[in-house]
C-alpha cells in the first residue's frame, strides 16, 4: 500500500537550517509528484510547491522561493525539503503529499523555531 | 493567486442530519478541458489532511457516499449526509487549476 513516512520533529535555532524527508513507498517514486504543505499550528494549510522525482523539476509558491529547497533521491525513494533562514514563523508542521490531488499524504514533521 | 473563499466558519450537527459548507473562488476552476479543478479535504483532529472530493464531484476511493460535490465554475458545496460522530474535523477545499495551489480557510464541523 502507498505510504509516505515523514521524518521526526525538528528543533531548530533561528537562521539555521533543517531538512526533511518524505519516504516514499508502494508505489513508482518517480511516476508521482510530491507536495509539501505547511500548516501553523491552529492554522489553515498552504501549499508550498512540488518537485517532481522523475526529472527533478521543481515549483516554489513565490511566498516559499529562497525560503525551501526540493530534492529527491530516486534510489531511496525519499524527497527532502531544505528549509532555510529559519525565523519563528517557520514553526509549523510540514506535510509531503502524494500528486496534486494529495490522495495520500505523510504523517507531517513539526518544526519549531525557537533560540 | 486564486483566493478560495470558505462559509461558514464552523457548523455543529446532530447526529444524522446533513450539513453543507460552501467554497467560493475567486476566478472560473473550469478549465478548457471540461474539469473543474476543486477538491475538498478533510482534516480530522490531530491527524493529515485527507482527501474526499477531487474534480468537483469525485468520490475520492474509501470516501463513504455520505459525502457529495457539486458547484458551477466559481461556487461549490460539498454536502455530508447523514453525519457521524467520525465527521468532526475541518474541511478545507483547495483549487489546483494553477500555481499556486490554494486552500480556503477551513470550516469546523463539530457534533451537537
Known amino acids: 500500500q502507498v505510504q509516505l513516512q515523514q521524518s521526526g520533529a525538528e528543533l531548530a535555532k533561528p537562521g539555521t537550517s533543517v531538512k526533511l524527508s518524505c519516504k516514499a513507498s508502494g508505489y513508482t517514486f518517480t511516476s508521482y509528484y510530491i507536495y509539501w504543505v505547511k500548516q501553523r499550528p491552529g492554522q489553515g494549510l498552504e501549499w508550498i510547491g512540488y518537485i517532481y522525482p522523475g526529472n527533478g523539476g521543481t515549483y516554489y509558491s513565490e511566498k516559499f522561493k529562497g525560503k525551501a529547497t526540493f530534492t529527491a533521491d530516486t534510489s531511496s525513494s525519499t524527497a527532502y525539503m531544505l528549509l532555510g533562514s529559519l525565523t519563528p514563523e517557520d514553526s509549523a508542521y510540514y506535510f509531503c503529499?502524494?500528486?496534486?490531488?494529495?490522495?495520500?499524504w505523510g504523517q507531517g514533521t513539526l518544526v519549531t523555531v525557537s533560540s | 493567486d486564486i483566493v478560495m473563499t470558505q462559509a461558514p466558519l464552523s457548523v455543529s450537527v446532530t447526529p444524522g442530519e446533513s450539513a453543507s459548507i460552501s467554497c467560493r473562488s475567486s476566478k472560473s476552476l473550469l478549465h478548457s478541458n471540461g474539469i473543474t479543478y476543486v477538491y475538498w479535504y478533510l482534516q480530522k483532529p490531530g491527524k493529515s489532511p485527507q482527501l474526499l472530493i477531487y474534480r468537483m464531484s469525485n468520490l475520492a476511493s474509501g470516501v463513504p457516499d455520505r459525502f457529495s460535490g457539486s458547484g458551477s465554475e466559481t461556487d461549490f458545496t460539498l454536502k455530508i449526509s447523514r453525519v457521524e460522530a467520525e465527521d468532526v474535523g475541518i474541511y478545507y477545499c483547495g483549487q489546483l487549476l494553477e500555481n499556486p495551489f490554494t486552500f480556503g480557510s477551513g470550516t469546523k464541523l463539530e457534533i451537537k
Open positions: 503529499a502524494r500528486g496534486a490531488a494529495g490522495a495520500y
